[in-house]
């Protein structure tokens, strides 16, 4: 056995070492406790110890009001305290900013100096990209079209004519295959007594509004009350209008088909109160009620 070896086994022998820890009453002598301990217990005990005491440090600063008296040691409302402060900073750095430019403006129009080029652009709304919107034909849909068809296979009906009288009684618009103008749920009525004459449909935001029939846009504008509005004349002198869309997809004088998109549907028009289409269905000059010749379950 080598001289490192020895050493080994003797530092080893050493921390197994057995020694014995007495308490004596000085004055007479008794043995009062007795221990019998290692170097090994008492590092052992030693490093728990320290392990106990580092946890139950750690739980009273984390969850105890211990950690308020730390120096430099935030709770959370301090830190919700500087976020406020830094989002009303700044609100008020970019105000002066404002109100020091239209100082600058306000002071060269006193001196009759021409105003710089290079002002602030208003921030530019984000495009949307309407190209993308796609027609998912449902199963249902297709069942839909099949039962119609079916219907009006052996009808004595030519949808391309322009004869007045082709829709002499509101019972043959039946024959037509409408095309529902957007996926929704209906949640105002046709009410001519309420000045109502039409239907409101709600659906998902950036929903796509078709055409019913085919047909020509006659009207692609916007107004004050019904926000952007587009009209379409269909054969038989009959008439839909589709009011509040976000946006139009086609002008006026356009040929459009039954089922193609027309616009989306929006809130504009001061008589909107959420997203939704407001759709009329007019014949002869008269309104009638969409739900009489359009299934919308």
């Known amino acids: 056995m080598t001289a490192k070896q020895k050493n080994k086994k003797k530092w080893y022998q050493k921390l197994r070492t057995t020694y014995r820890l007495v308490f004596l009453n000085e004055t007479t002598f008794e043995e009062r406790f007795t221990f019998r301990l290692t170097r090994m217990h008492v590092i052992t005990s030693l490093l728990s110890l320290g392990v106990i005491f580092i946890v139950l440090t750690y739980f009273l600063i984390a969850y105890t009001p211990l950690k308020l008296y730390i120096p430099g040691y935030p709770d959370g409302n301090q830190q919700k305290q500087l976020y406020q402060m830094n989002q009303t900073i700044d609100s008020l750095l970019q105000d002066v900013k404002m109100k020091n430019i239209y100082f600058t403006d306000l002071k060269r129009i006193i001196e009759d100096k021409n105003l710089p080029s290079n002002k602030l652009k208003p921030a530019l709304k984000p495009a949307r990209h309407y190209d993308t919107i796609t027609d998912r034909k449902s199963k249902q849909d297709s069942s839909?079209?099949?039962?119609?068809?079916?219907?009006?296979?052996?009808?004595?009906?030519?949808?391309?004519?322009?004869?007045?009288?082709?829709?002499?009684?509101?019972?043959?618009?039946?024959?037509?295959?409408?095309?529902?103008?957007?996926?929704?749920?209906?949640?105002?009525?046709?009410?001519?007594?309420?000045?109502?004459?039409?239907?409101?449909?709600?659906?998902?935001?950036?929903?796509?509004?078709?055409?019913?029939?085919?047909?020509?846009?006659?009207?692609?504008?916007?107004?004050?009350?019904?926000?952007?509005?587009?009209?379409?004349?269909?054969?038989?002198n009959l008439i839909s209008i589709y009011k509040h869309c976000a946006t139009l997809l086609k002008q006026e004088g356009d040929v459009v088909k039954a089922g193609e998109p027309i616009a989306i549907a929006g809130n504009s028009g001061e008589n909107s109160s959420g997203p939704h289409l407001h759709f009329e269905l007019w014949y002869n000059g008269n309104p009638v009620n969409p739900t009489s010749y359009i299934n919308f379950n």
């Open 144 to 236: 839909l079209r099949a039962e119609f068809e079916n219907k009006a296979r052996f009808n004595l009906f030519f949808p391309e004519t322009e004869n007045n009288n082709l829709f002499a009684n509101n019972t043959l618009i039946q024959s037509q295959n409408f095309f529902k103008p957007m996926n929704g749920i209906i949640t105002s009525n046709f009410s001519p007594l309420e000045k109502h004459y039409g239907i409101d449909i709600v659906a998902a935001h950036n929903e796509a509004i078709k055409s019913v029939l085919n047909g020509t846009v006659i009207e692609a504008a916007w107004t004050l009350e019904t926000g952007y509005v587009i009209i379409v004349q269909h054969s038989g």
